[in-house]
């Protein structure tokens, strides 16, 4: 049985060298979003037209602060602030590449730090009444380009404008299921994600080990998970062929591995006809 398809993370050879720029996200698609809150909790969520941004959801239950507060998807943590007494009081925003960040705001303890990466359902914080806020809260938003969206979770939006209960499906065994490997699993030891695409049915990370100076691309399934199906990941140096790994996987294709030294690199990845491809870029 081949093991990467159904069962292990085991990192690929390494083929190629380099020092890496960090570049912005792409636009795209939405990944897939759920409930800040752990599997089963209930909640209530309540917008409204005055709200600011208006399409952000305020989420309540009963005794609440101190609660658990989890990533609606993987990413990496740009922002970690603490506006003291006002605005959103101690927040957490989380890049989720492809133009796509969430914040956590009115928290009272914040559990993660600038740079790292988390996964889907990780806690990162707890519910809280900081800054503005008359009451233990988290305020909740989801932005394209900066520009803040009206919500999804589990693929469908939220009511506008009003009050609703919510059951979260975040890392559930069933409703969403989550792929037990990340990118740094799949890469193995030293690498970290510097950017990262959504395809439909996978993400793609570019990850790079500033150890042994290898970038890594992998596309981690989202569907479909434990069936082999076609999944693939590629990464090409400029003024090199590009190398591409792509097959019937169960959870992930790649790693595909190469040193860029003094030249950008070109990644991406493909689930079916639904593709990614970046430009020359990261360029060291």
């Given at each position: 049985?081949?093991?990467?398809?159904?069962?292990?993370?085991?990192?690929?050879?390494?083929?190629?060298?380099?020092?890496?720029?960090?570049?912005?996200?792409?636009?795209?698609?939405?990944?897939?979003?759920?409930?800040?809150?752990?599997?089963?909790?209930?909640?209530?969520?309540?917008?409204?037209?005055?709200?600011?941004?208006?399409?952000?959801?305020?989420?309540?239950?009963?005794?609440?602060?101190?609660?658990?507060?989890?990533?609606?998807?993987?990413?990496?943590?740009?922002?970690?602030?603490?506006?003291?007494?006002?605005?959103?009081?101690?927040?957490?925003?989380?890049?989720?590449?492809s133009g796509?960040?969430?914040?956590?705001?009115?928290?009272?303890?914040?559990?993660?730090?600038?740079?790292?990466?988390?996964?889907?359902?990780?806690?990162?914080?707890?519910?809280?009444?900081?800054?503005?806020?008359?009451?233990?809260?988290?305020?909740?938003?989801?932005?394209?380009?900066?520009?803040?969206?009206?919500?999804?979770?589990?693929?469908?939006?939220?009511?506008?404008?009003?009050?609703?209960?919510?059951?979260?499906?975040?890392?559930?065994?069933?409703?969403?299921?989550?792929?037990?490997?990340?990118?740094?699993?799949?890469?193995?030891?030293?690498?970290?994600?510097?950017?990262?695409?959504?395809?439909?049915?996978?993400?793609?990370?570019?990850?790079?080990?500033a150890a042994?100076?290898?970038?890594?691309?992998?596309?981690?399934?989202?569907?479909?998970?434990?069936?082999?199906?076609?999944?693939?990941?590629?990464?090409?140096?400029?003024?090199?062929?590009?190398?591409?790994d792509r097959?019937?996987?169960?959870?992930?294709?790649?790693?595909?591995?190469?040193?860029?030294?003094?030249?950008?690199?070109?990644?991406?990845?493909?689930?079916?006809?639904?593709?990614?491809?970046?430009?020359?870029?990261?360029?060291?």
């Amino acid at each position: 049985m081949d093991i990467k398809r159904m069962l292990s993370g085991v990192a690929g050879l390494a083929i190629g060298l380099g020092v890496l720029v960090i570049g912005g996200p792409q636009a795209g698609a939405a990944t897939n979003f759920e409930m800040p809150f752990p599997c089963g909790q209930t909640w209530q969520g309540n917008t409204r037209t005055g709200h600011s941004p208006a399409q952000a959801v305020d989420l309540n239950r009963s005794a609440d602060e101190g609660d658990a507060v989890v990533a609606s998807a993987s990413g990496k943590v740009t922002k970690v602030r603490n506006e003291g007494s006002t605005s959103y009081g101690r927040w957490i925003e989380i890049d989720h590449g492809s133009g796509w960040t969430t914040r956590y705001a009115h928290l009272s303890a914040q559990r993660v730090s600038v740079g790292q990466s988390v996964s889907q359902g990780q806690t990162i914080g707890n519910v809280g009444n900081t800054g503005g806020s008359t009451g233990a809260h988290l305020h909740y938003e989801q932005l394209l380009n900066g520009s803040p969206q009206k919500i999804k979770w589990s693929g469908d939006t939220i009511l506008y404008y009003g009050t609703k209960n919510y059951k979260s499906n975040n890392k559930c065994g069933g409703g969403a299921p989550t792929n037990p490997y990340t990118p740094e699993e799949a890469c193995g030891d030293g690498y970290k994600v510097i950017d990262g695409a959504n395809v439909e049915g996978a993400r793609v990370s570019l990850l790079y080990n500033a150890a042994n100076g290898y970038n890594c691309v992998v596309a981690i399934k989202t569907t479909k998970l434990g069936t082999a199906s076609d999944v693939g990941a590629f990464l090409e140096v400029q003024g090199e062929a590009r190398t591409t790994d792509r097959d019937e996987y169960g959870y992930y294709a790649g790693p595909v591995k190469k040193k860029a030294p003094g030249k950008c690199v070109k990644w991406g990845g493909m689930v079916g006809s639904s593709t990614y491809t970046s430009g020359f870029e990261h360029c060291g």
